[in-house]
């Protein structure tokens, strides 16, 4: 049994296969916090995912159902998103970018690490938690960070999210809680129990009210990144270069 803190979760688990453990390490706790809950993972649990149309080795399939359970847990007990997306961190502030695989989050997020050196952390190039803390939301890293391996065990309040496209030229406005919802949405693990739906549209809703939102239509260039910091940074409204 391996105790980890995930999320500011503590929780203890027993897994089948390495891979899993080698993947949570660098989240391994030894403090005096009880843990919340406890995941024994078995064979049902890999044939789950399997189920939902994942065709992985098990031992991946485990790292995947303990993500799940982790996440189930979270969402009613600990008031936490899932939300597929490259989170950095920047003087203390993360900017989260979002859009379907392939669309150039993450090479706009490295993009922004070359721009500001040290400056920038990388929170989670993936599968970030949200948290809503004391009124404000939160970006947690976790070990799920894509096939970049870019993740860093830390936390950040949430300063924007924008959701990236892209396009010819370089241009970033301001968006609606209605026009950023239908893509919130698209990028979240939406659980089927009719209560934690609910629990969710209501983060959802808050954190929408909460942040600032943009959409970028960018090219794959350095001034995409310049533009895209200068506006979110200072909070601005709408820009083009």
């Not at 999320?7 to 390490?25: N, P, R, S």
């Not at 950095?88 to 706009?108: C, P, R, W």
């Not at 070990?143 to 496209?165: E, F, M, Q, S, V």
């Amino acid at each position: 049994m391996q105790r980890y803190k995930i999320a500011d979760i503590v929780f203890d688990v027993q897994l089948m296969y390495g891979y899993t453990a080698k993947l949570c390490e660098n989240y391994i706790y030894d403090g005096d916090e009880q843990p919340c809950f406890t995941a024994v993972m078995t064979q049902q649990d890999i044939e789950a995912e399997k189920k939902g149309g994942e065709q992985f080795p098990d031992y991946y399939l485990e790292s995947l159902a303990l993500y799940r359970k982790l996440c189930d847990y979270a969402l009613i007990n600990a008031n936490a998103i899932v939300f597929h997306s490259s989170a950095i961190m920047v003087d203390n502030e993360a900017y989260l970018f979002t859009a379907q695989s392939g669309t150039g989050k993450s090479t706009h997020a490295r993009l922004w690490r070359e721009m500001l050196g040290d400056k920038a952390i990388m929170v989670n190039d993936d599968k970030p938690i949200i948290r809503y803390v004391d009124g404000d939301f939160y970006v947690y890293g976790t070990p799920w960070n894509g096939k970049h391996h870019l993740d860093t065990n830390t936390r950040a309040k949430i300063k924007a999210i924008c959701k990236i496209y892209q396009d010819k030229q370089n241009s970033i406005k301001r968006l609606t809680n209605k026009e950023m919802l239908h893509t919130i949405l698209n990028q979240t693990l939406i659980p089927t129990e009719v209560e934690k739906v609910d629990k969710l549209f209501e983060l959802i809703d808050k954190m929408l009210r909460s942040v600032d939102l943009y959409t970028l239509g960018c090219t794959i260039s350095r001034e995409a990144a310049e533009l895209s910091y200068s506006v979110m940074s200072k909070g601005e409204k709408n820009s083009e270069n």
